[in-house]
C-alpha cells in the first residue's frame, strides 16, 4: 500500500506540474498576443525633445558663460559615454564590433565578414556606424538616439571655439590653457583656423545628421514586408516621424545656425545668410507658436495661470534670433556689401549695426575695432590730425605716433560719449539708454588713461637726455 501511495503521488505530481506548465505557457502565449495587438493598434505618438532649452541649460553650467569651450567639451565627452552606455540604446550607440548585428551597422563599408570597418575580429574592435539605418520606432523607442548627435555637434564646436580663442589668445601674447600649452601652442594662425574649420565641418554633419533623425520617416522591414516589397506594383508605405513639429523645427533651426557658422569660417557669406536667415526664420516661428499656446492657455484657465516653461522658451527664442543670429547675419550682410565703401562708411555701418553683446569673440565687435584701429593708424601717420595741441594758451607739438592715436580715440570716444548722451535725453527708454552712455563715459576714462601712461613714457625718455636748448 505504501509502495502504490508513493507511486500515485508521484504520479499526480507529475501531472500537476505539468499542468501548470502548459497553462503558463498558454497564459504567455496569450500576453504576448495581447501586447502585439495594442501595439498594433495604438501606436506610438511622437516624442517632443526641447533642444536649445537643454543647450542654455548646460552652456550656463559647463562653461561657455565665461567661454571656457575647453571645459564645456570635456563635459560633452562625459555625457556622450553617459548617454552611450544606456542598456536599452547601447547595442545601437557603441562602436564595439560585438554588436555587428545591430541595425545601426554601417553597410557602406561593410568588411570581409559583413561589419562595417571590421579590420580586426576582436570583441571590443571598432565598428562603424550609421543611425540612418535605423526605423522610425526605435528612434522613437529613446531620447538617447537625439541626444548623441546634438552632443557630438555641440563638443565638435566646443573645440573649434577653444581652438579660436587660444589662437586670439596666443596672438594678444597671453598664455595658452584652452589646449594644453604643449602641443598646439606652437601653431602657425593658418593652422588653427585650419583645425577650427575642420572640427566645425565635424559639428555640422552632426548637426545635419540630428535633423535628418528628426524627420525620418523609415518604417521597421520584416520578411513578409520585404516580400510585398518585391513584388510588382508594390506602394512604399512611409512611417510616422519619431518626433512632433516642434522638435523638428528646433532641429532644423540648430542646424541651419551651424552650418552658418562653418559658412562664416569658410567665408562663404552668401552660404551664412542664406542659412542664418532660416534659423531666424525657425526661432521668429517657434517664438509665435509658443506664444500662441499661452494664449489660449490663458484663456481656457480660470485663475489665468501661465506656464512658465512655455514662457521662458518664448523668451529664448526670441533673444536668441535677435541676439545672438541677427548681429552674426548683418555680419555677413556687411561683407557683401563691404566692396565699394569707403572706411568711414564700413564704420558707421557697423556701428548701426553692432551686437547687444560686447564679447570678445563677437565678429562685429571684432571688424568694429580692427578697422577703426585702422583708420586712426592712417590718421596718425599722415600727421594732419593732432600734430600739435593748445593747452593753456600754449602750442604743443606732438610728435610720437602713439600719442597721436591715443588723443584721436579720445576725440572719437569723447564724441560717442555726447552721443549716447543725447540719445539718452530723447529716449523713452533710460534704463538702456544710461547703460549705453555709463559704458562709453568708462571708455572714455579708459582713453584718457592710456594717454596718461604713454605721456609719462615719454617724459621717462626725455628725462635721460642731457640738458640743452632742443630738449
Keep these: 500500500i505504501i509502495k502504490r501511495q508513493k507511486k500515485c503521488g508521484t504520479t499526480v505530481g507529475f501531472y ?3 499542468v501548470a506548465t502548459a497553462t503558463g505557457n498558454h497564459a504567455m502565449t496569450m500576453a504576448s498576443a495581447s501586447s502585439t495587438a495594442n501595439k498594433t493598434t495604438h501606436p506610438q505618438s511622437p516624442m517632443r525633445i526641447y533642444l536649445h532649452s537643454e543647450l542654455s541649460s548646460v ?6 558663460a565665461h567661454e571656457d569651450y575647453a571645459q564645456y567639451a570635456a563635459y560633452c565627452t562625459r555625457r556622450l559615454s553617459r548617454l552611450r552606455h544606456g542598456k536599452a540604446v547601447k547595442k545601437e550607440l557603441l562602436h564595439c564590433r560585438m554588436y555587428k548585428s545591430a541595425l545601426s551597422t554601417k553597410i557602406e563599408e561593410a568588411g570581409k565578414d ?3 570597418g571590421a579590420g580586426s575580429k576582436a570583441r571590443h574592435a571598432y565598428r562603424a556606424i550609421d543611425m540612418t539605418n535605423l526605423p522610425s520606432e526605435v528612434l522613437a523607442s529613446h531620447v538617447n538616439f537625439f541626444w548623441e548627435p546634438l552632443y557630438c555637434a555641440e563638443r565638435c564646436w566646443a573645440a573649434s571655439m577653444a581652438v579660436k580663442a587660444e589662437g586670439n589668445n596666443i596672438g594678444s601674447g597671453g598664455g595658452g590653457g584652452a589646449l594644453g600649452g604643449d602641443p598646439k601652442k606652437d601653431w602657425s594662425p593658418g593652422k588653427i583656423r585650419a583645425h577650427s574649420i575642420k572640427r566645425l565641418r565635424k559639428a555640422a554633419k552632426f548637426a545635419t545628421l540630428l535633423e535628418t533623425l528628426a524627420k525620418s520617416t523609415k518604417k521597421a522591414s520584416s520578411a513578409d514586408e520585404e516580400l510585398e516589397d518585391s513584388c510588382e506594383g508594390a506602394e512604399e508605405e512611409m512611417a510616422q516621424p519619431p518626433v512632433d513639429g516642434h522638435t523638428q523645427m528646433e532641429a532644423r533651426a540648430y542646424a541651419s545656425w551651424m552650418r552658418g557658422n562653418l559658412a562664416l569660417e569658410q567665408n562663404q557669406w552668401q552660404t551664412a545668410c542664406n542659412e542664418y536667415q532660416t534659423a531666424i526664420a ?4 517657434l517664438a509665435s507658436d509658443i506664444n500662441g499656446s499661452n494664449t489660449s492657455e490663458r484663456g481656457m484657465a480660470d485663475g489665468g495661470n501661465v506656464n512658465l516653461q512655455q514662457l521662458e522658451l518664448f523668451d529664448f527664442f526670441t533673444t536668441r534670433a535677435q541676439n545672438v543670429i541677427a548681429p552674426l547675419l548683418r555680419y555677413c550682410h556687411y561683407e557683401l556689401q563691404e566692396k565699394g565703401m569707403s572706411p568711414t562708411e564700413k564704420i558707421s555701418f557697423l556701428q548701426s549695426s ?3 553683446s560686447d564679447k570678445p569673440h563677437d565678429p562685429l565687435q571684432t571688424k568694429l575695432h580692427s578697422l577703426k584701429e585702422q583708420s586712426l593708424q592712417s590718421q596718425a601717420t599722415s600727421g594732419s590730425s593732432m600734430s600739435q595741441i593748445t593747452f593753456r ?3 604743443i607739438a606732438v610728435e610720437t605716433k602713439e600719442l597721436r592715436m591715443a588723443l584721436l580715440k579720445i576725440q572719437d570716444l569723447k564724441s560717442d560719449w555726447e552721443g549716447g548722451n543725447n540719445d539718452k535725453s530723447g529716449s523713452t527708454n533710460n534704463n538702456n539708454a544710461s547703460g549705453g552712455s555709463d559704458a562709453n563715459f568708462m571708455a572714455l576714462l579708459s582713453g584718457y588713461d592710456d594717454a596718461i601712461s604713454l605721456t609719462n613714457q615719454e617724459l621717462k625718455q626725455l ?4 640738458s640743452g636748448p632742443a630738449v
Design 463 to 466: 628725462a635721460t637726455l642731457k
Design 393 to 395: 594758451e600754449n602750442t
Design 282 to 285: 525657425l526661432c521668429e516661428s
Design 114 to 116: 559583413g561589419v562595417a
Design 59 to 64: 552652456h550656463a553650467s559647463h562653461g561657455v
Design 16 to 18: 500537476s506540474r505539468g
Design 354 to 356: 553692432s551686437s547687444v
